[in-house]
Structures are given as C-alpha cells and as structure tokens.
C-alpha cells in the first residue's frame, strides 16, 4: 500500500467512471476546491453518514467553489442506486480495481471480528484550486469526515 498523501502534495490526477457511466479527470475541477472522500461500500451504515454528511452540507460547499467526489470500488448500478436513494448531489466515482485507492494511499488491510482483508480506509482529502492538498484525512469516522472537510473549506 502506498503511503497516504501529506498537506502541501499535489493531488495525482487519475481518470475515473462516473456514477453517470461518463469519464471525468481531476485536473478536470482546477479552478475549484474539491473534496474527495474515500469510503468502503454503497448504502453501508457509516458509507451512508459520510455521504449524506456531505450532501447535507453541499449548498455551503458549493458557495466556497466547492465540489465533492466520493470514491469507493462499487460499480456505475450501485452508485446510481446509492445516489438516487440518498438524494446525493455530487458525482460518485467508480474505482473498481482500486486504483485510485492505492494512488492516495487508501486501500490497505482492515479486520473484522479476527479476519483481516483488505479494502477501502475512510479517508478524504480537500484540493485547492490549484491542485495542492490542504487537508487529508486517513482512518477517519464518518462524521468527523465532514466536519474537518468542511471546516477546512470555509477556512475555518
């Protein structure tokens, strides 16, 4: 697993599926502050809170020349799904191989219940205009996810 990156890195740009089926780069949002956040699995209990946090928040985001970008391995079906059921206003990015995953240092080994595996660490990261990171977030709750992307957006 590669390391997580550090405040004051440039961003890797990667090229992804979108939750609409269409591809999309993130050079594609300079200009823009973006949130990206990594999470496990669609329409799971904390999945779920970390993205209806954003959604929640999104009108403010959006005034700071925000986006937001979730990421997570499920497939184009399972995010339209997600998206729709939740009523989520930014993109979902499909990262089936977990490419862009391991690119931010957010795919590594996880237990549960004595098994370990590997798989996504809650994590997200918030891009400035020019592509530098100023906040990274690895191993991170639900909500304290928003909380410090938000904060951050607002310079807070």
């Not at 590669?2 to 949002?29: C, H, N, W």
């Not at 970390?50 to 499920?74: A, M, T």
């Not at 098994?115 to 994590?123: A, E, F, N, P, W």
């Amino acid at each position: 697993m590669a390391d997580p990156l550090q405040v004051g890195q440039m961003a890797p740009d990667f090229e992804a599926v979108t939750d609409t089926g269409d591809k999309i780069r993130l050079s594609d949002y300079r200009g823009k502050r973006v949130i990206i956040y990594f999470y496990p699995a669609d329409d799971t209990p904390g999945c779920t809170t970390q993205s209806c946090g954003f959604r929640d928040h999104y009108p403010v985001i959006e005034e700071k020349n925000g986006v937001v970008l979730g990421v997570s391995p499920d497939g184009v079906a399972s995010h339209q799904k997600f998206k729709t059921k939740f009523d989520l206003p930014f993109t979902l990015l499909v990262d089936e191989d977990h490419a862009i995953c391991e690119m931010y240092g957010t795919w590594g080994e996880k237990s549960s219940f004595g098994k370990t595996y590997m798989g996504v660490i809650r994590s997200h990261y918030v891009i400035d205009e020019e592509g530098k990171i100023i906040e990274a977030q690895v191993k991170v709750k639900p909500e304290d996810s928003v909380a410090f992307a938000v904060k951050t957006l607002i310079g807070g």
